[in-house]
């Protein structure tokens, strides 16, 4: 039995690939001793906007502090209300949270894991401010819709694009939709720093302005604050890591679609269309920052794949309506069946540029064993 171990992940093996670059820009800062803001920070800004197709970039500390400075810009506060998904990362929510508003979620479209743009208008009342669509594993929500309720009602967008740079809805890009789109450089995003970081994404200069600001505690000129911010800097040192990462960017993405079209294609011809869901691919462009099936019985099959030396997580073991810190918000069981049927199915298989056919033709027929061994095709098929 092959058990060479399989990760979910090989930062490794991009790094190999840019050492030698990624390595000689850390030191250029070092040497610099610059390490706050300067010309590396201000030309990824650059970069970035010109990549995500907007106008405007404002790097930050995370991906978490983009949500945030965002919503603060647009002075989302308590008394408001911010629509949003209860299948998603943490941090989306704990931004409108901390910022004394009030969340209030809006169940999934089973087939994307996305928001549901048709059950959103229901939940729009006189104290809603925004809607925060997040665009799930790499694959933009429905935002026509989106959009649409937003202007009917003068609601803000705010995209959380963290998993989905590069990704487009209509040929536009992810984050450059709304009012303004967040990013996340955390190391297992498609472009992934040496630490944390993040961006802010958008077209209007007096929103962009206002980020800067806060990102800086609202101080302008120094010691001079206007507004009450925070320190939401980008480190110099990422930036310039993730200027020799930009160019690569694309080429990744496209080896992790392809890795996805040959996983598909590998389930397909395995015969586990009954046990399996691959992941639907609705918009023109997915950047497959997880590649996510649903599955019967997922947690053995995940222990079948551990013991195998495979690595796989699990995006999201409890959506955020069932989070204890949120209890104050009185969701109960069964108020977002989709979401919750979801955190009890999906299983996120190894997904990286570098991952070998061989490596998934292992991952699928390894799962097919499962199902064999466990008798559970022989069942199915015979019912
Ligand atoms: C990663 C992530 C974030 C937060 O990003 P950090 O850089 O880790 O703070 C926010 N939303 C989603 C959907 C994410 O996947």
Redesign the pocket.
């Known amino acids: 039995m092959e058990t060479t171990p399989i990760p979910m992940l090989d930062l490794k093996a991009q790094y190999a690939r840019i050492k030698d670059a990624a390595d000689a820009a850390v030191m250029r800062v070092i040497e610099s001793q610059h390490f706050i803001n300067g010309p590396d920070v201000e030309r990824l800004e650059q970069e970035l906007a010109t990549y995500c197709r907007a106008k405007h970039c404002i790097g930050v500390s995370?991906?978490?502090d983009a949500?945030l400075v965002a919503l603060m810009a647009l002075d989302v506060g308590p008394g408001d209300e911010v629509i949003t998904s209860p299948f998603?990362?943490f941090?989306?929510v704990g931004a409108i949270s901390r910022l004394g508003a009030k969340p209030v979620f809006v169940d999934i479209n089973p087939v994307t894991f996305n928001i549901d743009p048709d059950a959103i208008a229901d939940k729009v009342g006189p104290a809603t401010k925004a809607i925060i669509p997040?665009h799930?594993f790499g694959q933009c929500a429905e935002m026509s819709p989106i959009l649409e309720i937003a202007e009917q009602h003068h609601l803000a967008v705010i995209e959380?694009a963290?998993?989905a740079i590069g990704a487009e809805y209509q040929g536009r890009r992810a984050g450059s939709l709304g009012a303004a789109g967040c990013f996340?450089?955390?190391p297992s995003?498609n472009l992934g720093g040496f630490g944390?970081g993040?961006a802010v994404v958008c077209n209007d200069a007096a929103l962009a302005e206002k980020i800067r600001l806060l990102r800086g505690h609202g101080s302008q000129p120094k010691y001079i604050h206007k507004l009450v911010g925070g320190n939401f800097r980008l480190d110099t040192i990422h930036a310039a890591v993730l200027r020799v990462k930009l160019p690569l960017l694309d080429s990744w993405s496209s080896a992790r679609e392809q890795a996805a079209v040959h996983y598909t294609r590998l389930f397909a011809t395995s015969g586990l269309g009954n046990l399996t869901v691959v992941p639907k691919v609705t918009q023109s462009r997915h950047i497959f920052n997880q590649y996510v099936i649903r599955c019967d019985d997922r947690d053995g099959l995940r222990e079948h794949l551990r013991r195998r030396g495979i690595s796989t997580e699990i995006y999201y073991p409890l959506p955020m309506h069932l989070q204890a810190c949120f209890a104050n918000l009185g969701y109960k069981k069964d108020d977002f069946p989709e979401s919750e049927k979801a955190s009890l199915s999906t299983l996120a298989l190894p997904m990286y540029p570098e991952l070998s056919t061989a490596q998934r033709e292992r991952v699928v027929h390894t799962i097919g064993n499962y199902y064999v061994s466990a008798g559970k095709l022989a069942r199915r098929l015979a019912a």
């Open positions: 995370s991906g978490s949500l998603t990362f941090a989306t997040v799930l959380d963290a998993q996340s450089f955390f995003k944390d993040g």
